[in-house]
């Protein structure tokens, strides 16, 4: 079992910036990919950005140039660099992995960390 925590929450004016850390309980090297979902009030969680076990990294549309996915394969941690911050990036952010467990892939989450971005 997969032990994710997150970490780096909490208020912040627009335009300000905040980092997210995701420290997992066991080695990410072998992680097929890690991503930071959120979700706001009433609405569906939706991928952020996502890191691959190679570095590939992808990013929902809404946060391209603003936002930075990294990971620390040493520190077991993936991080979140959040600038430029809107009102509408207001959620709880949650980190998710697929580890791969023999034949199959197995899905972690976190229980999530709240930003709130005012205006």
């Known amino acids: 079992q997969v032990q994710l925590v997150e970490s780096g929450g909490g208020l912040v004016q627009a335009g300000g910036s905040l980092r997210l850390s995701c420290a997992a309980s066991e080695s990410i090297f072998s992680f097929n990919v890690v991503g930071w979902y959120r979700q706001a009030p009433e609405k569906q969680r939706e991928l952020v950005a996502n890191i691959f076990s190679r570095g590939s990294t992808n990013y929902a549309d809404s946060v391209k140039g603003r936002f930075t996915i990294s990971r620390d394969n040493a520190k077991n941690t993936v991080y979140l660099q959040m600038n430029s911050l809107k009102p509408e990036d207001t959620a709880v952010y949650y980190c998710?992995?697929?580890?791969?467990?023999?034949?199959?892939?197995?899905?972690?989450w976190g229980k999530g960390t709240l930003v709130t971005v005012s205006s």
């Open positions: 998710n992995a697929a580890v791969p467990r023999g034949l199959y892939v197995m899905d972690y």
